[in-house]
C-alpha cells in the first residue's frame, strides 16, 4: 500500500489507528509523497511483479488529499515503466472530498474506489467525525453519488465496532439500498497504551485487557456475522458479494481467500510511507516493523528477505495448542496475528481476542458452507443453496 499524504486525513475518526503515525517522524513538513519518491517507486515496484497484472493501492490517511495532479502524475509513471504489463489502481477513500474532475478521472483511469463508510447516518457518524466533532455522513453520501454518477467502480469498506455491531439487519439493508453489491467489513480491535489516546505496539501484551471502549466484543461480533449472514443467505447469494462470507467459502474449499486476516500466512501487505520507509504491514507501522527504506534496499530485497518471511511464517508457526486442535483451523487460521493477545488455559498469550466470536459464527454457517462446497465442487452455483432453503421451508409448512 502507497501513503501519499502519510497519516494525514481531513477528518478525525475515534477508533483510527493510523493518525497517530506521524508521531513516528519528526519532521514539520507536510508528510507528501514527492514526485521523485513517486517514479522510483513505480519503476521499481513493476519490475518486482512476476505476473502480468499490477496492482496499486492508494491509502491514508486520506490519499485524496493529493490534488489531481499527483495521480495524473502517476499514470505517467505507470505507463511510462509499465512494460507490456496490465496495471491497475485502486485507492481507499472517505469519500467526503470528491467532486466531479475526481470521478472523472477514477472512471477514465478505470480505478476502483474504496469507499469507508460504517452504516446508515446514526451509526456512520457515531464514530466518524470531522476534525472539529462535526457528522460526515452527508459528505460521504454525496461522494457516492457522483461515484454513481459517472459510473465509477466502487466498493464499501466498514468498520465494525461496539456500537454499529448491534444493527446488523439495519446496516445490511442501508447496502442494500444505496446499490452497494460489494462490502467488505474488518472488526475494529485496538488497545490503548499506558500513554493516553495512543495505541499498544502490535504484539505488545503487557496489558491485554486493556481494550479501547470502541472495539467491538467477541460476542457482538459473532452475533453480527451470523445476523448478517441470515440475510444474505436467503436471497443474495452471487447478487451481493460480501467479502468475509466469500473468503470463508474459499477456506472452506481449500483454495486461497484472498482476505489476509484468514490466510495460513500473511506478509503481502506491506506499506509504503511518504518518505520511502516501508514497513511489514498496515497494522504493523511501528519501528520493530520498519523493513528498511527505499533509497538504501529494493523493494525485493525487503518484501522477500528474511524478516519479512518471518513475520509472514509466524503467523501459522506461533498459533497457540488450542488453536492448532480447534475443528476451524482451516477456516480463520488463527486469523489476523495483531488481534492475539488473549490467555489461553495454559498461560500462552497468544490466544485470538475474537476466537469466541469466530467459531460461533463457523458452527452457524458450517451446513451452508458443506452445501455451497458441494456445489462447486459439481460445477454448479453456489448460488443454489438459496432454492436448498426454500424447499426445506415448503416442506416444513
Given at each position: 500500500m502507497l501513503k501519499p499524504a502519510g497519516s494525514t486525513c481531513n477528518l478525525a475518526c475515534e477508533y483510527c489507528y493510523y493518525l497517530q503515525?506521524?508521531?513516528?517522524?519528526?519532521?514539520?513538513?507536510?508528510?507528501?509523497?514527492?514526485?521523485?519518491?513517486?517514479?522510483?517507486?513505480?519503476?521499481?515496484?513493476?519490475?518486482?511483479?512476476t505476473s502480468q497484472e499490477v496492482l496499486f493501492t492508494?491509502?491514508?490517511?486520506?490519499?485524496?488529499?493529493?490534488?489531481?495532479?499527483?495521480?495524473?502524475?502517476?499514470?505517467?509513471?505507470?505507463?511510462k515503466y509499465a512494460r507490456g504489463k496490465m496495471i491497475d489502481n485502486c485507492i481507499q477513500t472517505n469519500a467526503s472530498l470528491l467532486t466531479d474532475e475526481w470521478c472523472a478521472f477514477f472512471k477514465k483511469n478505470n480505478w476502483l474506489v474504496g469507499v469507508s463508510i460504517d452504516g446508515p447516518e446514526h451509526v456512520h457518524d457515531y464514530y466518524r467525525h470531522g476534525i472539529h466533532g462535526e457528522p460526515t455522513f452527508q459528505k460521504v453520501i454525496s461522494g457516492i453519488e457522483l461515484l454513481n454518477k459517472h459510473r465509477v467502480q466502487w466498493n464499501a469498506m466498514a468498520t465494525i465496532n461496539n456500537y454499529n455491531a448491534n444493527y446488523p439487519t439495519e446496516f445490511y439493508h442501508f447496502f442494500k439500498e444505496i446499490k452497494c453489491n460489494y462490502i467488505?467489513?474488518?472488526?475494529?480491535?485496538e488497545r490503548l497504551s499506558t500513554d493516553e489516546g495512543n495505541m499498544l505496539s502490535a504484539n505488545n501484551n503487557e496489558k491485554p485487557n486493556e481494550?479501547?471502549?470502541?472495539?467491538?466484543?467477541?460476542?457482538?461480533?459473532?452475533?453480527?456475522?451470523?445476523?448478517?449472514?441470515?440475510?444474505?443467505?436467503?436471497?443474495?447469494?452471487?447478487q451481493v458479494f460480501i467479502q468475509l462470507f466469500d473468503a470463508t467459502l474459499a477456506n472452506w474449499m481449500g483454495v486461497t481467500p484472498g482476505l489476509c486476516s484468514i490466510d495460513v500466512r500473511c506478509g503481502h501487505a506491506g506499506v509504503m510511507e511518504f518518505n520511502g520507509v516501508i514497513y511489514s504491514c498496515d497494522h504493523y507501522v511501528f519501528p520493530e516493523y520498519k523493513l528498511g527504506n527505499i533509497y538504501e534496499k529494493s523493494i525485493v530485497e525487503m518484501m522477500y528477505g528474511q524478516r519479512q518471511l518471518d513475520f509472514g511464517r509466524a503467523k501459522q508457526e506461533t498459533l497457540p495448542e488450542q488453536c492448532n486442535s480447534c475443528e476451524f483451523l482451516f477456516a480463520c487460521n488463527g486469523e489476523c496475528p495483531k488481534n492475539r493477545f488473549i490467555e489461553t488455559s495454559n498461560g500462552d498469550k497468544r490466544m485470538n481476542y475474537l476466537c469466541e466470536g469466530y467459531k460461533k459464527f463457523f458452527h452457524h454457517v458450517s451446513p451452508y458452507m458443506d452445501f455451497m462446497k458441494k456445489e462447486l465442487m459439481n460445477q454448479r452455483a453456489p448460488s443454489n443453496v438459496m432454492n436448498e432453503l426454500e424447499r426445506i421451508k415448503r416442506e416444513n409448512i
Open positions: 503515525k506521524k508521531e513516528l517522524y519528526n519532521e514539520s513538513r507536510q508528510q507528501f509523497l514527492s514526485d521523485a519518491l513517486l517514479e522510483k517507486f513505480t519503476e521499481e515496484y513493476i519490475a518486482s511483479q492508494w491509502h491514508g490517511g486520506e490519499p485524496t488529499l493529493r490534488n489531481l495532479q499527483f495521480y495524473k502524475k502517476a499514470i505517467e509513471y505507470q505507463n467488505q467489513f474488518t472488526p475494529v480491535v481494550l479501547a471502549p470502541f472495539s467491538v466484543k467477541p460476542q457482538q461480533w459473532g452475533d453480527f456475522l451470523c445476523a448478517l449472514f441470515d440475510l444474505w443467505i436467503k436471497e443474495d447469494v452471487g
